[in-house]
């Protein structure tokens, strides 16, 4: 999945860590690293990003609720937090 625009790294970085099977990213030369809690990849992003947040990051994630997890904080970020609907 390609993300894009993600101001709010903290919340970012919280919501990967969150994740219960590793969040890939792939690297130029090809090799593919786990996301979750790698300060490396995250300082070398940052420093990529000249604007403080993340203009575009391609993860590849396994586990559906992972998956719903990415989702739920890009569209968080653009309309505030979902919330499931509790039917009576």
Do not use: W
Request: proline share 3%; hydrophobic share 35%.
């Amino acid at each position: 999945m390609k993300l894009f625009n993600i101001q709010d790294t903290k919340r970012f970085y919280e919501t990967v860590d969150s994740c219960v099977e590793p969040v890939l990213v792939t690297s130029s030369d090809g090799r593919s690293e786990d996301f979750r809690n790698n300060t490396l990849l995250r300082e070398v992003l940052e420093t990529a990003s000249c604007d403080g947040g993340i203009s575009k990051i391609e993860l590849k994630v396994s586990h559906p609720t992972d998956m719903r997890r990415l989702i739920n904080f890009m569209a968080g970020s653009y309309f505030g937090p979902l919330t499931e609907k509790k039917t009576a």
